[in-house]
C-alpha cells in the first residue's frame, strides 16, 4: 500500500522558519512530480510549490523567495523549508506526489504561524 506521510508542522511565529518533510511508502514504481499545497482557514487548497524528478520548480507567487522545495530520489522524500513565515502562511499543508501513475495525498500537516 502507497502511502505519503507528512511532518514538521507545529506553531512559529511570525518571521521563523519550519522545515516540513514528505516521505512516500509502499510499492513505488514510479514516483514524478511532487508537491505541496496548503489549505488555509476558509481557503481553497491552493499549489504552494512543486518539483519534477529531475529537479525543476515552480512556486506560488506569494511564497516565492520565502519557501523552497527540494527532493531526496534516493529516499523517496520532498521537503519544503518555509523561511520569512507570515500569519497568512497559516494552513494545514498537504504533500502530493505522482505515484505509479496515480496522484497521491498525505493527510496533512498544520503549520500555524502566530505571535
Known amino acids: 500500500q502507497v502511502q505519503l506521510v507528512e511532518s514538521g508542522g507545529g506553531l512559529v511565529q511570525p518571521g521563523g522558519s519550519l522545515r516540513l518533510s514528505c516521505a512516500a511508502s509502499?510499492?513505488?514504481?514510479?514516483?514524478?512530480?511532487m508537491a505541496w499545497y496548503r489549505e488555509g482557514p476558509e481557503k481553497q487548497r491552493e499549489l504552494v510549490a512543486s518539483i519534477s524528478t529531475g529537479g525543476s520548480t515552480n512556486y506560488a507567487a506569494s511564497v516565492e523567495g520565502r519557501f523552497t522545495i527540494s527532493r531526496d530520489n534516493d529516499k523517496n522524500e520532498a521537503y519544503l523549508q518555509m523561511n520569512e513565515l507570515e500569519p497568512g502562511d497559516t494552513a494545514v499543508y498537504y504533500c502530493n506526489a505522482d505515484i505509479n501513475k496515480d496522484p497521491r495525498w498525505g493527510r496533512g500537516t498544520r503549520v500555524t504561524v502566530s505571535s
Open positions: 509502499g510499492m513505488i514504481f514510479s514516483l514524478n512530480t
